[in-house]
């Protein structure tokens, strides 16, 4: 018996570390840097800061970097309309 754990142990330990491997790097791709940090906080307003605190960084930097794309367009035809008037 003691024969059978020695042998099953570090294969379990093995798996085990495996798995945590994975975790790791699951974990990895959802952090953030010290830049995305700083670029959020350079440009964020109240609804940013909301957002952040209801579903995290890599979410509210989303949805700050999606609306300041968008943004540049609508000012643009903000601007057509104010010279066509």
């Known amino acids: 018996m003691q024969g059978l754990a020695g ?14 491997d994975k975790v790791q790097n699951s974990l990895d791709r959802l952090s953030v840097s010290r830049a995305h940090v700083e670029e959020f906080l350079a440009d964020a307003d109240d609804t940013d800061v909301s ?13 700050l970097r999606s609306r300041r794309t968008a943004r ?14």
């Open 7 to 20: 042998l099953l142990f570090p294969a379990a330990l093995m798996l085990f570390a495996i798995a945590m």
């Open 51 to 63: 957002r952040l605190a209801k579903d995290g960084l890599p979410s509210a930097l989303d949805e």
């Open 72 to 85: 540049p367009s609508a000012e643009a035809d903000d601007a057509t309309i104010t010279r066509a008037s």
